[in-house]
RNA sequence: GCGCCGGUAGCUCAGCUGGAUAGAGUACUAGACUACGAAUCUAGUGGUCGGAGGUUCGACUCCUUCCCGGCGCGCCA
């Protein structure tokens, strides 16, 4: 329910409450916060569980819940007049009921800004950096990272309609002794590929190539190190393929992030922090919060946790440094409010360690950090791994998905304009949807079935009703009107109404707790609250007042699908 | 062994800070296109919410414990 409904509405029954039971123990903002939407309309648009109050006035919640409800009928309250059509007691639930025409109203009022629907304030003024996807230079991206993209440009998306300024980044894995092993690969094989017309290719074969061989002969392991040793003292020859590797990464990187619409505002791969990592252990020591193990240096963490690993014994700092130093980096320098990670459920105890070692250091900023954890896609065959070949590889997702919708419209609607760029729209949606209804920190079996469906719960679905309200849009002929010339009561618009005003919650929901599906869900129960009103009841050629009014509720539903489509960063054809 | 996350219909999953009769999709069965797009809708079949205790007016939701699955647990990232 909207907010100013809701709040107005606990205005409305606090000072009833006080008036009539003379209580002090219900604030405004709890009992605000105690209205909730039931599920059911039968059980009115708002409702108050009076349970809480039985104890205080030694009565039965029933009872309360009976002469509440008359006390309310019975005000002079003006908000009651114009807004409340019935106040019933239900056991102890307290049933609230608007007029349909306030509650369209409202509606039309909500959606009229299209760019503002669902908008808040609450991070106005704040900037909230987000770390996503961040692959590794010189490994192809796979279905992990698609997961990645997805989540994180959703949650990114989110923060948007709350107002905050976001920078999304890119913590690109561009550091390591693995880039010696790379160059050494390079160095030894590299005229064997073809690094001028397929760049990343060749990039990868290498690295596939020296780990194959490395696992013959380790003594292959041992030239990576020494050459990774020369870039780490900036030799000029290896430096300079270093960057050329990077180079290609990004590009194809940049390439399938582009397929789902996705860009990072800023790139700040590992390396970047390496100037910095000596500066954040002095810290750590002069706040007397090192200390040798077994010729390392830990930070410890009591009893809950595993000390958090800063320097190796010989000398070399590790992931945990360059992720304090990169956290302190974002709220110093990018003047991060909130700082997100999306990384793997694998890495939970790492971030838990990091954020308690920030805590430690003394920065209060460290409970604005949070790992956005997810789950992992399973096989059936057991664990990915990119050097097993049990993976699959974000392209072939993606490119599977455009074919298979290629099929159905060609099926289904051969003659539709633009059929390659909708199957695109349409094919790349099911891929996005299919990922964020599923609650993020759950594993997922993939299943290319499932993954591309297009019917029932799925992407298509959504954009499939949301065409057929710009079809009825376009049939109609001119603007949807702004008002309603009749109040709609039928059940079917009532409830689509009610699912529509719900909008705003649910994305604050969303972000909140940074779970996309939420948004996915509401979706869903919107594009079935709208087929049913669709499939039962004619628009076009009733009445004219009917015709205008479910016009005026086409308008809005399509307004609604498009903002919480464009959440999920996923496309809203105009047809398909 | 310890820690974190999961276990809801045959299958894949929702169920928001505890709230009213646990919901979708899929599969199966039977229906709805001479009406605005059938990628849709209607009806039916299908449940010890992993097991057992506990807290509460009220538990899928919180607590304890056990079982099953996944992940993690000092010099990788």
Redesign the pocket.
């Given at each position: 329910m909207l907010t100013q409904v809701r709040a107005q509405t606990a205005d409305f029954v606090h000072a009833a409450i006080i008036r009539n039971f003379s209580l002090a123990s219900w604030g405004k903002s709890a009992l605000e916060?105690?209205?909730?939407?039931?599920?059911?309309l039968?059980?009115?648009h708002?409702?108050?569980?009076?349970?809480?109050l039985?104890?205080e006035l030694k009565k039965a919640?029933p009872l309360i819940a009976k002469e509440l409800c008359d006390a309310l009928m019975a005000s002079d309250d003006a908000f009651r007049k114009s807004a409340i059509v019935s106040v019933l007691p239900?056991?102890?639930?307290?049933?609230v009921t608007f007029h349909d025409s306030y509650l369209q109203d409202v509606l039309l009022a909500a959606v009229k800004d299209e760019s503002a629907i669902g908008r808040s304030e609450k991070g106005r003024g704040k900037k909230l950096v987000i770390d996503y996807v961040?692959p590794?230079v010189a490994k192809p991206m796979h279905i992990g990272h698609l997961r990645a993209t997805v989540i994180g440009q959703a949650i990114r998306n989110l923060a948007a309609t709350q107002g905050f300024d976001v920078v999304g980044l890119n913590h690109l894995?561009d550091?390591?002794?693995?880039f010696g092993k790379l160059a050494w690969a390079y160095f030894e094989w590299g005229t064997e590929y073809d690094f001028k017309t397929k760049p990343f290719d060749s990039l990868f074969a290498i690295y596939v190539r020296f780990h194959d061989e490395a696992e013959k002969n380790p003594e292959l392991d041992a030239k990576g190190s020494l050459v990774f040793k020369q870039l780490e003292e900036g030799e000029p020859k290896v430096t300079a393929l270093w960057k050329e590797f990077i180079d290609i990464s990004m590009k194809e990187y940049d390439r399938l992030l582009g397929l789902l619409g996705v860009k990072h505002d800023l790139v700040r791969g590992?390396s970047f922090y390496n100037d910095r990592l000596k500066a954040v252990e002095a810290m750590l020591e002069k706040k007397g919060l090192l200390e040798e193990?077994?010729?390392?240096?830990?930070v410890?963490l009591g009893d809950?946790?595993?000390?958090c690993?800063i320097?190796?014994?010989?000398g070399?700092?590790?992931?945990?440094?360059?992720d304090i130093a990169s956290a302190i980096y974002r709220h110093e320098e990018l003047k991060a409010d909130i700082n997100l990670y999306v990384v793997?459920?694998?890495?939970?105890?790492?971030f838990?360690q990091v954020f308690k070692v920030l805590e430690l250091m003394g920065f209060e900023w460290a409970k604005n950090c949070h790992h956005i954890?997810f789950?992992?896609y399973?096989f059936p065959e057991?664990?990915m791994s990119t050097r097993r070949g049990r993976t699959i590889f974000f392209e072939d997702v993606v490119d599977q998905g455009i074919a298979m919708?290629g099929k159905?419209?060609d099926a289904?609607?051969p003659d539709?304009e633009g059929k390659e760029k909708?199957?695109e729209q349409?094919g790349v949606g099911?891929i996005i949807f299919n990922d964020l209804?599923?609650?993020?920190?759950?594993?997922?079996?993939f299943?290319w079935e499932?993954a591309l469906?297009?019917?029932?719960?799925?992407g298509?679905?959504v954009?499939?009703?949301h065409?057929?309200c710009?079809?009825?849009v376009?049939?109609?002929g001119k603007p949807a009107p702004d008002t309603f010339a009749k109040a709609l009561t039928e059940t079917e618009e009532r409830e689509l109404v009610r699912l529509l005003l719900?909008y705003q919650?649910?994305i604050a929901?969303a972000f909140?707790?940074f779970?996309p599906?939420?948004v996915?869900?509401y979706l869903?129960?919107v594009?079935?609250a709208f087929?049913?009103f669709?499939?039962?009841?004619?628009?076009?050629?009733?009445a004219a007042d009917v015709?205008s009014s479910?016009m005026a509720l086409v308008e809005a539903t399509r307004r609604v699908l498009a903002a919480g489509l464009r959440t999920l960063n996923i496309q809203a054809?105009?047809?398909?």
């Amino acid at each position: 329910m909207l907010t100013q409904v809701r709040a107005q509405t606990a205005d409305f029954v606090h000072a009833a409450i006080i008036r009539n039971f003379s209580l002090a123990s219900w604030g405004k903002s709890a009992l605000e916060a105690a209205l909730e939407v039931p599920k059911k309309l039968e059980h009115g648009h708002l409702a108050l569980p009076v349970f809480p109050l039985a104890k205080e006035l030694k009565k039965a919640p029933p009872l309360i819940a009976k002469e509440l409800c008359d006390a309310l009928m019975a005000s002079d309250d003006a908000f009651r007049k114009s807004a409340i059509v019935s106040v019933l007691p239900a056991g102890g639930f307290v049933n609230v009921t608007f007029h349909d025409s306030y509650l369209q109203d409202v509606l039309l009022a909500a959606v009229k800004d299209e760019s503002a629907i669902g908008r808040s304030e609450k991070g106005r003024g704040k900037k909230l950096v987000i770390d996503y996807v961040s692959p590794n230079v010189a490994k192809p991206m796979h279905i992990g990272h698609l997961r990645a993209t997805v989540i994180g440009q959703a949650i990114r998306n989110l923060a948007a309609t709350q107002g905050f300024d976001v920078v999304g980044l890119n913590h690109l894995g561009d550091w390591g002794v693995q880039f010696g092993k790379l160059a050494w690969a390079y160095f030894e094989w590299g005229t064997e590929y073809d690094f001028k017309t397929k760049p990343f290719d060749s990039l990868f074969a290498i690295y596939v190539r020296f780990h194959d061989e490395a696992e013959k002969n380790p003594e292959l392991d041992a030239k990576g190190s020494l050459v990774f040793k020369q870039l780490e003292e900036g030799e000029p020859k290896v430096t300079a393929l270093w960057k050329e590797f990077i180079d290609i990464s990004m590009k194809e990187y940049d390439r399938l992030l582009g397929l789902l619409g996705v860009k990072h505002d800023l790139v700040r791969g590992e390396s970047f922090y390496n100037d910095r990592l000596k500066a954040v252990e002095a810290m750590l020591e002069k706040k007397g919060l090192l200390e040798e193990s077994d010729g390392a240096m830990v930070v410890r963490l009591g009893d809950e946790m595993p000390p958090c690993l800063i320097r190796k014994a010989d000398g070399a700092s590790l992931y945990a440094t360059r992720d304090i130093a990169s956290a302190i980096y974002r709220h110093e320098e990018l003047k991060a409010d909130i700082n997100l990670y999306v990384v793997g459920a694998e890495q939970t105890l790492h971030f838990k360690q990091v954020f308690k070692v920030l805590e430690l250091m003394g920065f209060e900023w460290a409970k604005n950090c949070h790992h956005i954890s997810f789950g992992a896609y399973r096989f059936p065959e057991g664990k990915m791994s990119t050097r097993r070949g049990r993976t699959i590889f974000f392209e072939d997702v993606v490119d599977q998905g455009i074919a298979m919708i290629g099929k159905v419209i060609d099926a289904k609607n051969p003659d539709l304009e633009g059929k390659e760029k909708i199957a695109e729209q349409v094919g790349v949606g099911a891929i996005i949807f299919n990922d964020l209804a599923v609650d993020r920190v759950r594993d997922v079996e993939f299943n290319w079935e499932k993954a591309l469906s297009f019917e029932g719960d799925s992407g298509p679905f959504v954009q499939y009703a949301h065409v057929r309200c710009l079809s009825l849009v376009r049939k109609y002929g001119k603007p949807a009107p702004d008002t309603f010339a009749k109040a709609l009561t039928e059940t079917e618009e009532r409830e689509l109404v009610r699912l529509l005003l719900g909008y705003q919650d649910m994305i604050a929901a969303a972000f909140t707790t940074f779970r996309p599906n939420i948004v996915a869900q509401y979706l869903l129960e919107v594009c079935g609250a709208f087929s049913r009103f669709y499939n039962k009841h004619r628009i076009l050629g009733e009445a004219a007042d009917v015709e205008s009014s479910r016009m005026a509720l086409v308008e809005a539903t399509r307004r609604v699908l498009a903002a919480g489509l464009r959440t999920l960063n996923i496309q809203a054809p105009t047809a398909m």
